[in-house]
C-alpha cells in the first residue's frame, strides 16, 4: 500500500511538463499555505513572491523566513528565504526550496518474464536481496527584486492616492530523478495597485482594497534533462483581490484574498487571516478544493524586533499535511 501512495504521490506531485514545478506549489510558509495561498494581491508579504513579485514590496524591515513540511510522511520540504528593504523603496529577496522523496522501490514487471521458473527465480532474488531503490530531489534558488510607485488619480472632486509595486523573479530550478537530472531557468513579472477606500467614499475606516497579477514562466520554462529530453513548464497568468479592514474597537484587523489562476480556471483559490492585537492569527482558506487552515502566535525579544511562529495544516486525499513555519523581523 505505501509503495502505491509513493507511486500516486510522485506522478501527482512531480510529473513533468505542466506540472515540472508542481513542488513549488508547497509554498514558502506556513501562512501562505493556511490562507489558500490565494496572496497574489497581498502587498507586504516577505514570501509570497513565488505567486507574485510585487508582494515584497512595502516591508518594514529585513525579514527571515523558515518553513518545514513533512508531505504525508512520505516526503519533506522545506523552504528559507531573505527579504530586505532598500532604498528608494527598493526591495529583494532570496529563497532557497527543496524537497525529497527517499527509497523509492523500483518493482520489475515480473509478468514480463515467460518462465515460470525464471519468474519464481526472481522472486526469491527480490526476496532475499530486496528491491533497488532511488530518491527524488527537486530544489530551486529564486532572487526576487520589486520596485514600490506612489501616485495620485484625479477623481474630480478630490484626489485617489494610491500604491503600485512591480517586481520580478528569476528562478533556477534542478531536479534529480533516478540518475537523471533537469535544469532550468524561469521569469516571472507581476504587480498591484492599491488604495484606500476612504480615499474613494470619504467614509472613514472603510480599509484597503489590492488588486494583483502576475505572468509567472514567462514564454514557458524549459527543463533540459540529461539525456536531452526536454519538458517546458507553460506560462501562467494569475490576478485576484485583497480587502483589508481594520476593527480599531478591538484592535484587530480582517484580511480577505481571493484568486484565479489560468491554469486551473475551475478552481478558485480563498483565504481570510483575523489579527488579533498584533499578537494572535487565525487562518482559513482553500487551494485546489481543498481547505486549508493555520494559526500564528507573535511575539518580540530585545535584539528581535518580532517573531511570529506559524502553523498550517492542509487537507487532502493522500492525508493531512502539516506545516512549520517561522518568519523573524530584524
Known sequence: ?????????????????????????????????????????????????????????????????????????????????????????????????????????????????????????????LFNNGYEVFEDLEISFTSTYSKLYNGEIN????????????????????KELNNRDAVGIGIDIGGMFSFSLSDVFSFWNLGRFSAGMSINNIAGTHLIWSNNLKDVIPMQFLYGFSYDHPIKLIDTNILFLTQQNNLFPNQLQYGMELKIRKKLYIRLGNYANTYQGGIGFMTKFKKVKELRLDYGFGDHELGGAHRIGMELQF
Do not use: C, H, W
Open 155 to 174: 477623481l474630480g472632486l478630490n484626489y485617489l492616492p494610491f500604491e503600485a509595486p512591480i517586481g520580478a523573479n528569476i528562478k533556477m530550478i534542478k
Open 1 to 125: 500500500m505505501r509503495y502505491l501512495t509513493i507511486l500516486f504521490f510522485i506522478s501527482y506531485l512531480f510529473s513533468t511538463g505542466k506540472y515540472g514545478d508542481a513542488f513549488l506549489n508547497l509554498g514558502t510558509s506556513a501562512r501562505n499555505l493556511g490562507l489558500g495561498q490565494a496572496v497574489i494581491a497581498d502587498m507586504g508579504n516577505p514570501t509570497g513572491f513565488y505567486i507574485s513579485p510585487a508582494s515584497i514590496s512595502s516591508i518594514k524591515n529585513r525579514v527571515f523566513s523558515l518553513l518545514v513540511v513533512n508531505q504525508f510522511n512520505l516526503a519533506e520540504y522545506s523552504s528559507i528565504s531573505i527579504a530586505t528593504p532598500l532604498k528608494n523603496q527598493q526591495y529583494v529577496s532570496f529563497n532557497f526550496s527543496g524537497l525529497i522523496v527517499d527509497d523509492i522501490q523500483v518493482r520489475p514487471d515480473l509478468g514480463l518474464i515467460g518462465s515460470l521458473e525464471a519468474r519464481r527465480d526472481s522472486i526469491r532474488n
